[in-house]
Each structure stands twice: as structure tokens, then as C-alpha cells.
């Protein structure tokens, strides 16, 4: 069976079972209620799915930040470098 891959699926197959065994377990504690592997996965993907345009544009943001940063110390490692 082919796998389809989803922009928003950015998780290893590791860190999908763990959420999909953290989703199962809350149902269980905090609902008293079962749910399969399937449910949990479907549960997982919406919540991917729902949430990936916040978290990529804060993803860019963050990075964004972080170029600023590095272009501000690149220009000061430029500046020591000149003869004044």
C-alpha cells in the first residue's frame, strides 16, 4: 500500500505511534473511552492538518528572527575585520 505524504505530515513514523499511543491513553484516562490505532490516527492527522498554517508561519518568523540576528553579528565580524 502506498503511503500518501501530506505537506502538514512532518512527523517520523517514531513520533506519529507515540502521539497516536498519547491520544489513545487520553482517551482512555480523561474520557473513559477506547479508541483504536485508525481513530487516533485520524484524530492526529486533523489536528496536523488544522494546525500547520500557524505552526509553518511561525516556523518562518522564528527563522526570520534568527537570520536578523546572524546577519546583524556577520556585519559586526565584517566591521572588525576593516581598517578604521
Do not use: C, H
Amino acid at each position: 500500500m502506498t503511503k500518501i505524504k501530506r505537506k502538514w505530515d512532518i512527523l517520523t513514523d517514531d513520533q506519529k505511534q507515540v502521539a497516536q499511543r498519547e491520544i489513545i491513553g487520553f482517551f482512555q484516562k480523561e474520557l473513559d473511552q477506547e479508541i483504536g490505532i485508525i481513530i487516533a490516527d485520524k484524530l492526529l492527522d486533523f489536528f496536523q492538518e488544522m494546525n500547520f498554517p500557524a505552526t509553518y508561519n511561525y516556523a518562518i518568523e522564528d527563522s526570520k528572527k534568527l537570520l536578523r540576528q546572524r546577519f546583524v553579528d556577520f556585519e559586526i565580524d565584517l566591521d572588525l575585520l576593516t581598517n578604521k
